[in-house]
T-cell receptor, first 112, second 113 residues
Framework: NAGVTQTPKFRILKIGQSMTLQCTQDMNHNYMYWYRQDPGMGLKLIYY???????DKGEVPNGYNVSRSTTEDFPLRLELAAPSQTSVYFCASSGTGGPSAFFGQGTRLTVV | GENVEQHPSTLSVQEGDSAVIKCTYS??????FPWYKQELGKRPQLIID?????GEKKDQRIAVTLNKTAKHFSLHITETQPEDSAVYFCAATLRNTGNQFYFGTGTSLTVIP
């Protein structure tokens, strides 16, 4: 019963580098989300998806991109990493008619 | 869009006392209000939730109340224990639409043994 799995758990990037944060869920959830959490702050939505092939911007989408080619996977792409993107990133999913969002274990990203 | 405000930002209580965390929301269309507990370095985990057609819900030592008219909801923890120490987040959303969950800024609860 894996739930929501994120990789990697930790990553250090240099300014200008790019990377993809992977997220997969095995609960057949339609809805998936990417959040970032800055120290001492709440969760800010970056992007979300209501199903395969459909994505939409959240509150803080600049500098990020997503795709949803399958129900299970929702990768987050960072292009041209900047220090302002240093944060903990959480992927989450929820199902139609089901309970609230289930979160992955998080990815701690540092941009230096 | 929805705006969720959460108070207090920090809360310290003696073991055995009660703790109350309050949230307000702005969008009267929101109909689902989950609460999450996040321990240090861990992922947020759902602890209790309430739908807009219910005024109160209890689960052992925790309870949530909702006042739709005033657009606020609260988390109540009774007989607090040291393991209740964590950051608690409230959220609001329009259920089953895939809308984003709007989170409060969190309350850091410390239970003093």
């Amino acid at each position: 019963n894996a739930g929501v799995t994120q990789t990697p758990k930790f990553r250090i990037l240099k300014i200008g580098q790019s990377m993809t944060l992977q997220c997969t869920q095995d609960m057949n959830h339609n809805y998936m989300y990417w959040y970032r959490q800055d120290p001492g702050m709440g969760l800010k939505l970056i992007y979300y998806s209501v199903g395969a092939g459909i994505t939409d911007k959240g509150e803080v989408p600049n500098g990020y991109n997503v795709s949803r080619s399958t129900t299970e996977d929702f990768p987050l792409r960072l292009e041209l990493a900047a220090p302002s993107q240093t944060s903990v990133y959480f992927c989450a999913s929820s199902g139609t008619g089901g309970p609230s969002a289930f979160f992955g274990q998080g990815t701690r990203l540092t941009v230096v | 869009g929805e705006n969720v405000e959460q108070h207090p930002s920090t809360l310290s209580v003696q073991e055995g006392d009660s703790a109350v965390i309050k949230c307000t929301y702005s969008d009267s269309a929101s109909n689902y209000f989950p609460w999450y507990k996040q321990e240090l370095g861990k992922r947020p985990q759902l602890i209790i939730d309430i739908r807009s057609n219910v005024g109160e819900k209890k689960d052992q030592r925790i309870a949530v109340t909702l006042n739709k008219t005033a657009k606020h909801f609260s988390l109540h923890i009774t007989e607090t224990q040291p393991e209740d120490s964590a950051v608690y987040f409230c959220a609001a959303t329009l259920r089953n639409t895939g809308n984003q969950f709007y989170f409060g800024t969190g309350t850091s609860l410390t239970v003093i043994p």
